[in-house]
């Protein structure tokens, strides 16, 4: 059980949740990776022998010129010519267990909670879309722009005050993933994220 702090314009308290002990870095990294692999584009593509602009014909005939035989300018042997096993459009992404992927989601989170670096927001009071309108408040709250910020909150307007900030990264909800969570030092949601955090790994908000 961990006591994470919640933060609201009448004062700080502390929320009791129910997250994983145990922090297994190798189910992390399966995950990061899966995240990778599936924003890989995949576009790479090389044209063979028989996509390069050249004509097919014969470069010269097969025998009694005392050179090599050879067919058209096109083979991969002549400069410009097509590439042997070269790379084309592929999809780099694969199957990762839903099971898992909660379980990665799960323990990311538990690992920003364990290192006391998790704060709920009831409320972002003062914050109606502008820049310094969240500096002041992230002032108030402690962040100060020394670590970076994976900012949590479906409300549109905080997403847009923080956004121009090279320290905050903000996401809806929905977006909230491990690659982030572990790029990010600090991890701020607002207490609808957490409900749908907590509605996204099948557990109680």
């Known amino acids: 059980m961990y006591r994470i702090p ?20 190798h189910l992390l990294w399966e995950v990061v990776r899966w995240q ?39 083979a991969p042997i002549f400069v410009g010519g097509g590439t042997v096993f070269g790379p084309k459009p592929r999809d780099y992404g694969y199957t990762l267990p839903k099971k898992v992927r909660k379980a990665g989601l799960a323990m990311a989170v538990a690992d920003r909670a364990r290192e006391g670096k998790l704060l709920l927001v009831e409320e972002f009071s003062g914050v109606k879309g502008r820049t310094k309108e969240f500096l002041a408040w992230a002032g108030g709250v402690g962040l100060d722009g020394s670590e970076t910020v994976l900012l949590v909150t479906e409300d549109p307007l905080v997403r847009r005050a923080a956004r121009n900030l090279p320290w905050v990264v903000p996401l809806a909800p929905e977006g909230l993933n491990v690659y982030d969570i572990l790029r990010t030092a600090r991890l701020v949601m607002d207490l609808k994220a957490w409900e749908a955090f907590q509605s996204r790994i099948g557990g109680e908000a």
């Open 36 to 74: 990778l692999a599936k924003r890989r584009q995949g576009t790479a593509s090389t044209k063979t022998r028989g996509e390069v602009a050249y004509s097919s014909r014969k470069i010269y005939p097969q025998k009694h010129t005392g050179r090599a035989r050879h067919g058209d300018i096109g």
């Open 6 to 25: 919640v933060f609201s314009s009448s004062g700080k308290r502390e929320l009791a949740v129910d997250l994983p002990q145990e922090v297994n870095p």
